[in-house]
Protein backbone atom coordinates (compact mmCIF):
# COMPACT_ATOMS: atom_id res chain seq x y z
CA UNK A 1 0.00 0.00 0.00
CA UNK A 2 1.33 3.43 -1.18
CA UNK A 3 -0.38 6.65 0.43
CA UNK A 4 -1.06 8.97 -2.59
CA UNK A 5 0.39 6.82 -5.62
CA UNK A 6 -1.77 8.26 -7.87
CA UNK A 7 -1.07 11.97 -6.36
CA UNK A 8 -0.66 14.71 -8.89
CA UNK A 9 0.42 17.65 -5.94
CA UNK A 10 4.06 17.98 -6.90
CA UNK A 11 7.03 17.59 -4.59
CA UNK A 12 7.77 20.79 -4.36
CA UNK A 13 4.38 21.73 -3.29
CA UNK A 14 4.36 19.48 -0.62
CA UNK A 15 7.82 20.12 0.47
CA UNK A 16 5.95 24.20 0.56
CA UNK A 17 2.98 22.22 2.31
CA UNK A 18 5.56 21.00 5.45
CA UNK A 19 7.14 24.69 5.83
CA UNK A 20 4.00 26.43 5.94
CA UNK A 21 2.65 24.06 8.41
CA UNK A 22 5.53 23.58 10.87
CA UNK A 23 5.59 27.64 10.48
CA UNK A 24 1.63 28.05 11.74
CA UNK A 25 2.77 25.96 14.50
CA UNK A 26 5.39 27.82 15.42
CA UNK A 27 8.48 27.00 14.06
CA UNK A 28 11.50 30.04 14.50
CA UNK A 29 13.48 28.07 11.20
CA UNK A 30 13.25 25.92 8.53
CA UNK A 31 15.49 23.91 5.69
CA UNK A 32 15.11 21.49 3.43
CA UNK A 33 17.82 19.74 1.32
CA UNK A 34 18.39 16.84 -1.10
CA UNK A 35 21.10 14.47 -2.78
CA UNK A 36 20.50 12.24 -5.01
CA UNK A 37 19.32 9.51 -2.89
CA UNK A 38 18.00 11.48 0.17
CA UNK A 39 15.72 14.24 1.06
CA UNK A 40 15.44 16.31 4.38
CA UNK A 41 13.71 18.95 6.03
CA UNK A 42 14.74 20.24 9.64
CA UNK A 43 13.01 23.06 11.37
CA UNK A 44 13.03 24.14 15.12
CA UNK A 45 9.97 24.18 17.32
CA UNK A 46 10.01 24.20 20.76
CA UNK A 47 12.88 24.82 21.38
CA UNK A 48 14.08 21.57 19.70
CA UNK A 49 15.89 21.27 16.07
CA UNK A 50 13.13 18.17 13.88
CA UNK A 51 14.94 16.52 11.43
CA UNK A 52 13.30 14.11 9.03
CA UNK A 53 15.50 12.19 6.06
CA UNK A 54 13.87 10.62 3.94
CA UNK A 55 15.32 8.20 1.40
CA UNK A 56 14.26 8.99 -2.17
CA UNK A 57 13.23 6.10 -4.52
CA UNK A 58 16.12 4.29 -6.30
CA UNK A 59 16.02 6.05 -10.14
CA UNK A 60 17.18 2.89 -11.65
CA UNK A 61 14.61 0.71 -9.52
CA UNK A 62 13.43 -2.47 -12.33
CA UNK A 63 9.73 -0.67 -10.99
CA UNK A 64 10.64 2.20 -12.89
CA UNK A 65 12.49 0.50 -15.46
CA UNK A 66 10.21 -1.51 -16.45
CA UNK A 67 6.73 -2.23 -17.09
CA UNK A 68 4.68 -3.09 -14.17
CA UNK A 69 4.09 -7.15 -16.01
CA UNK A 70 7.89 -6.79 -15.92
CA UNK A 71 7.55 -7.73 -19.85
CA UNK A 72 9.12 -4.97 -21.54
CA UNK A 73 11.30 -2.35 -20.33
CA UNK A 74 10.52 1.42 -20.60
CA UNK A 75 11.81 4.45 -21.89
CA UNK A 76 14.11 6.57 -20.37
CA UNK A 77 11.39 9.36 -20.55
CA UNK A 78 8.40 6.99 -19.13
CA UNK A 79 11.21 5.69 -16.44
CA UNK A 80 11.49 9.03 -15.33
CA UNK A 81 7.61 9.83 -15.54
CA UNK A 82 7.01 6.32 -13.20
CA UNK A 83 10.02 7.85 -10.32
CA UNK A 84 8.90 11.26 -10.41
CA UNK A 85 5.40 9.95 -9.16
CA UNK A 86 6.85 7.70 -6.61
CA UNK A 87 8.81 11.02 -5.38
CA UNK A 88 5.49 12.91 -5.47
CA UNK A 89 4.21 10.19 -2.99
CA UNK A 90 6.89 10.16 -0.61
CA UNK A 91 6.56 13.88 -0.30
CA UNK A 92 2.95 13.38 0.44
CA UNK A 93 3.43 10.96 2.95
CA UNK A 94 6.02 12.91 4.57
CA UNK A 95 3.55 15.71 4.43
CA UNK A 96 0.84 13.83 6.08
CA UNK A 97 3.12 12.38 8.76
CA UNK A 98 4.63 15.62 9.57
CA UNK A 99 0.87 17.04 9.83
CA UNK A 100 -0.31 13.89 11.50
CA UNK A 101 2.14 14.49 14.69
CA UNK A 102 1.34 18.09 15.03
CA UNK A 103 -2.40 17.80 15.31
CA UNK A 104 -1.91 14.83 17.78
CA UNK A 105 0.46 17.19 20.13
CA UNK A 106 -2.43 19.52 19.55
CA UNK A 107 -4.98 17.43 20.60
CA UNK A 108 -3.26 16.28 23.83
CA UNK A 109 -2.85 12.60 22.27
CA UNK A 110 0.63 12.97 23.51
CA UNK A 111 3.47 15.55 24.11
CA UNK A 112 5.70 17.74 21.67
CA UNK A 113 8.64 15.53 22.95
CA UNK A 114 7.03 11.79 22.37
CA UNK A 115 5.37 12.66 18.79
CA UNK A 116 8.89 14.05 17.80
CA UNK A 117 11.16 11.83 19.97
CA UNK A 118 13.10 9.86 16.93
CA UNK A 119 13.33 13.10 15.28
CA UNK A 120 14.67 15.43 17.55
CA UNK A 121 18.54 15.89 16.52
CA UNK A 122 21.08 15.72 19.49
CA UNK A 123 24.61 17.98 19.45
CA UNK A 124 26.40 15.83 17.96
CA UNK A 125 24.22 16.18 14.67
CA UNK A 126 22.42 12.65 15.14
CA UNK A 127 19.26 11.66 15.77
CA UNK A 128 17.56 10.25 18.90
CA UNK A 129 16.72 7.49 16.97
CA UNK A 130 19.96 7.02 15.39
CA UNK A 131 21.44 7.15 18.95
CA UNK A 132 19.12 4.20 20.10
CA UNK A 133 18.12 2.04 17.24
CA UNK A 134 21.82 0.16 17.72
CA UNK A 135 20.65 -0.22 21.67
CA UNK A 136 17.47 -1.74 20.95
CA UNK A 137 18.70 -4.08 17.89
CA UNK A 138 21.18 -4.99 20.71
CA UNK A 139 19.07 -5.67 23.94
CA UNK A 140 16.53 -7.85 21.85
CA UNK A 141 19.65 -9.61 20.20
CA UNK A 142 20.94 -10.68 23.27
CA UNK A 143 17.97 -11.11 24.98
CA UNK A 144 17.89 -8.64 27.97
CA UNK A 145 14.27 -7.32 26.81
CA UNK A 146 11.88 -8.34 29.60
CA UNK A 147 9.10 -10.53 29.04
CA UNK A 148 5.70 -8.82 27.46
CA UNK A 149 3.57 -10.77 30.39
CA UNK A 150 5.31 -11.94 33.84
CA UNK A 151 6.15 -15.87 33.85
CA UNK A 152 2.73 -17.52 35.47
CA UNK A 153 2.14 -17.76 38.98
CA UNK A 154 4.25 -14.14 39.29
CA UNK A 155 3.04 -11.09 39.90
Excluded at 15 to 30: P, Q
Excluded at 33 to 56: C, H, K, N, V, W
Excluded at 83 to 97: D, F, V
Aim: proline content about 6%; aromatic content about 8%; some cysteine.
Amino acid sequence: MTYAKDTDVSSEKSEGDIKRIVIRAGATAFMSGQTGTDAMIAFELRSRRITFRMPLPNRQAKEFTETPSRKWARSPAEADKAWEQACRSRWRALHLCIKAKLESVESGIETFEDAFLAHIQMPDGQTVSEHVRPRIAAAYEIGTMQPLLPAPGRN
